[in-house]
């Protein structure tokens, strides 16, 4: 069965990362036009890089949970997943899941918006750290911002309007172009959320509960 998997960051929550859009979500302390724009970033570069610079730190400082690691013992199963997610943490990666689709990049690169060049970050970047290639002082942690395209969308439509079955974990789909994959899905689709999503009714299926007990359960119904 081919299976498409979109996270967001409900996946993370229980590793101790803020979500956005709950209460005391991040969206509720930052205004997400100066931290979260390209406007924002030319603006106050020292915020932006300021604000990351500490998400990076948390993201370095907490470990992927029981959600995460059943996901990558989904990958190895006989399955064919293809796994894409809206966050910019590496937890997936952490917890032994490979070619995970960044479709809004990765808090561990940094990109020359110059010269479009892409390293990893150092764990502390500032506006003064010139490009490795082209020695530009632009230096921008490697995320989508509002206002630009997320990566891979190309991938990303083809192998959800292929798959057998789509799921949704850990995501308010508020924010399109991800809100919007599961109405490119043809296959079984099923939601997977602390609490219903804005785009709950377009999936055939939901359940309810804490990513660390919710997709351990659904992964070990589907490896059964
Ligand atoms: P949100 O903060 O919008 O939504 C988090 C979702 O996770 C909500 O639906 C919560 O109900 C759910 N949730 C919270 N705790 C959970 C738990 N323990 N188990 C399961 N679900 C839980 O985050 P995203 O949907 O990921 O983009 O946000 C999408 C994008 O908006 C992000 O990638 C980011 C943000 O602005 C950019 O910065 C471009």
């Not at 479009?116 to 290639?133: E, K, L, V, Y």
């Not at 530009?136 to 395209?149: L, Q």
């Not at 990513?211 to 359960?217: D, G, L, N, Q």
């Amino acid at each position: 069965m081919k299976i498409v998997i979109l996270t967001g960051a409900g996946i993370s929550a229980e590793s101790g990362l803020g979500t956005f859009r709950d209460e005391d979500g991040l969206w509720t302390q930052y205004d997400l036009n100066d931290v979260a724009t390209p406007e924002g970033f030319a603006r106050n570069p020292a915020l932006v890089h300021e604000f990351y610079n500490a998400r990076r730190a948390n993201c370095i400082a907490s470990s992927p949970n029981a959600a995460h690691d059943a996901l990558a013992r989904l990958q190895q199963g006989a399955h064919e997943v293809t796994l894409i997610t809206q966050n910019v943490d590496d937890l997936h990666e952490r917890a032994g899941s490979t070619d995970v689709i960044h479709m809004h990049g990765g808090l561990m690169r940094a990109l020359c918006a110059a010269c479009g060049n892409r390293w990893d970050a150092a764990a502390i970047m500032s506006p003064d750290d010139p490009c490795p290639h082209c020695a530009a002082k632009s230096t921008r942690p490697d995320v989508v911002w509002f206002g630009e395209i997320p990566y891979a969308m190309d991938t990303i439509m083809q192998v959800t309007a292929t798959a057998d079955l789509f799921v949704a974990i850990g995501t308010s789909a508020e924010v399109y172009p991800a809100a919007g994959l599961v109405e490119l899905a043809k296959g079984d689709t099923l939601e997977l959320n602390l609490e219903p999503s804005a785009r709950t009714n377009a999936f055939a299926a939901r359940r309810f509960g804490p990513a660390t007990e919710i997709v351990p359960a659904w992964v070990d119904e589907v490896l059964a």
